[in-house]
């Protein structure tokens, strides 16, 4: 063969200088389809079998190390110097025409491989930068280590050796050699790696905002459905905060993935199995790591974000300061699983909510006692992983770290906040149960305010009075909940939440079903009837009372809050505005009372007889009104309430450190106020409408009745004689106009006494209807006793 007089030239190749070795090009591979080098001789005049089969074998050698031969060459649409990160697919050769038949067919066998190790340390090269991730850094390492230890030992102490030194080596012992260990590695790392590029690709070639987009949307419709994460006590249903974002390389998990599903591809082939699982015991090695600190300790070290869970708050460079304002949003928001790469062994929903609690817990356990390890802090008697484990290693491994975790909770919320006694207080000061002081020093003293419209001027005198009561309140110094609420006067009133939260969590049909309960058209037709009180839409529209809009508003210190969200003191609110509500329509029918039974002129001996059966008929109005409000308060209070509170109390008094679940005593809590809430027949918005409609009725009876004392004197001749000095000098009595007032009142009580039983019955019927046909029948039996305790009171009324 003919040297040619080619310079060779080292260079720095501004087109990949990123400042690593891998840019520094010393003498690249020779080009001889584009600069050849060496003259071949034509292998059409060589005769010798053997000579031919050597030169061969020489240019095979040089194939399988990545470069190309005289008579094996790129093909001339090779380029190395043209090259990206997601398109490494590896020359292509072409072999000589004139070369024997049989030394072709071995050839074009071998040259595969060459072609495998050009895209092997293609790959190593390219994805070996740290945006790229540790775990991926991890797989290059091993391929060059295979490619140094194992490909290349092999063909230099194997292959080259026997070339040189043995005269009877074939291009047939080439391929033997090869056979005995490298073939069927490289092909399985080949096979990886182009996986791998090819996700690469499908992710630099899609729409990221657009598929991020989708993935939102597409994880809003499945919250709509009913989670399958069921806890040790049952089914419960919880909201698992995920990031649905892609990230643009494959990387962490997902590569972990593909080595998974080769290792599943290759499960028939016991050789392939031992390598594959090496390489991913290897690689997983910092995701084991990192899983083992998030479970042990609750750090999140992932600079390259590859594991499941994610730290939003870290992504804008924040470092979280807790505090009571902003601890809740960073429970809820700061750590969620990444759902892009997420393995096969952590799909399960049960799997993804103990790893991600276990750490939740953990890091609030941190913040409240302001450490930064809990390693021997109940320390686990477990190995550290050594690769990530699956089916019930895995469960074990999570089970023993989630109950840890727990207890760890346990021990916090029950030694150092006293919980149960926290939960007792909620239920008296906050849900206002069961608080006899509260409604003795603040609702009396406070009934005028209430009753008026509100107003900034009433909402300053309620925050006042009720300043005083907490000064004054008897319990002292064991008080937490009560110092931390505040007062004030919401813009929406009672029944505009209702009927937010009905809209939100009553379907169309369970309010279409109602109403087409019996004679319930009629009713409606009887509401928009104006009875001096307006329509029945204004009623609803225009309640502007401040006993409608007093709400009392607390803000739960870290870490309660985590337990206690902002969620369950919503639900809190609602109940507690709804306990108002009836208290003090009973106040003030416990004051109409005074003023029909105690009050002198209402009293007088002297009325004339049609005076006297008028003020009867309205001790017997009063007296249904009175008896309808004390069997909803007494039903919600004791029936609901009572009961409601006594279960809780019963788990919380039955749980300890070894059975104590974060999650399962949310679950309880949220349990409490949910059967409070649908039981108290809340979740309804038509029957709330006609129970505050009943109720405003009975208000403006009231109104009426402590309005008359100076009517009653100007209708009744004996009673105008005996208090005429009290009265104004314009009021004077006259019989026709005493006659024609009388007949005004008998109408308007006619109206008022009325409006109140038909309204009293259609919620009778609205109640039963409901129990029984409702879509909601929790509490079925419940609801049920209600109505049948409001017809007995109809009936007992009646009769």
Known sequence: MESKNIPDVVKLDEKYDTGGYTTRLVNYQPISHTELKVKSYPLDQIKEQRVQE?????????????????????????????????????????????????????????????????????????YNQPVYGSILHKLCQEIRRFLTDVYLRWLVEGVEYEYKNNVQFSIRDIEQVLNQECIYKTQLLYELVQDICREMARRAMMDRNAVDFDNFIHDLKMDEEPTEYVNGAGSNGVLLMADS??????????????????????????????????????????????????LLNGDLEDPYDEFMITDTVKKFNAEPMVNSLNSERLWDTQYVIRKDGLMEQFLDKKVQFKILMTGKLLNVIKASCD???????????????QEIPKGTQLALYLDAHYKRANQLTWTLLYDGYNLPHILRELQRNFLLFNNANFFKNFLTKGIVELTKMRTDSVQIK??????????????????????????????????????????????????????????????????????????ADERSNDVRYSIHHIQFEILMPFPLNVLISRPYIVQYQLIQRYLLLLHYYNRILEDTWFELNKNKIWRHPGFAPDVARWIRRCRIVHNHMSQFM????????????????????????????????????????????????????LTNGSLVRLLLQTMEIVHKYCKFVTSLRKTLCLIDFRLYEHYRDQLPQDHFYDEATSITKLQELHNYLEVVGNSFLQHRAAFAEGVRFYSEHGSTRVGGNLISTLADRLSSEMVALTS
């Open 462 to 535: 309620l925050q006042r009075l009720f300043s005083q009561f907490q000064r004054c309140d008897e319990q002292g110094a064991e008080n937490i909940i009560l110092p931390l609420m505040n007062l004030q006067l919401d813009k929406n009133s009672f029944y505009s939440l209702i009927e937010q939260f009905s809209s939100e969590n009553t379907t169309t049909s369970d309010n279409s079903e109602l109403l087409q309960a019996r004679n319930f058209d009629n009713l409606r037709d009887m509401l928009m009837r104006d009875l001096g009180f307006g329509s």
């Open 630 to 681: 004390k069997v909803i308060l007494e039903f919600t209070t004791l029936d609901v309430i009572h009961s409601e509170s006594r279960i809780l109390e019963q788990y919380i008094n039955n749980t300890n450190a070894s059975s104590f679940e974060f999650s399962t005593c949310q679950m309880h809590i949220q349990d409490f106020l949910t059967n409070i809430m649908s039981h108290s027949l």
């Open 371 to 385: 450490v930064q390890s809990l390693a021997s802090v109940l320390p686990l008697d477990i190995r550290p992983l």
């Open 54 to 126: 050597a030169l061969v074998v020489r240019d095979l050698l040089n194939v399988l190390m990545g470069l190309e031969g005289v008579y094996i060459r790129y093909n001339n649409s090779y380029d190395p110097n043209r090259r990206s990160a997601e398109d490494l697919r590896g020359p292509d050769y072409k072999i000589a025409k004139n070369m024997d038949l049989s030394l072709k067919s071995f050839a074009k066998r071998i040259v595969k491989l060459g072609k495998m190790y050009s895209v092997l340390t293609d790959f190593s090269e390219w």
């Open 245 to 294: 974002r892609v990230c643009p390389y494959a990387k962490g998990g997902v590569v972990l993935q593909i080595v998974q599903n080769h290792l599943r591809q290759n499960w028939g082939n016991q050789n392939n199995v031992t390598f594959l699982r090496h390489i991913f015991q290897s690689i997983s090695n910092q995701y084991c790591t990192m899983l083992q600190k998030w």
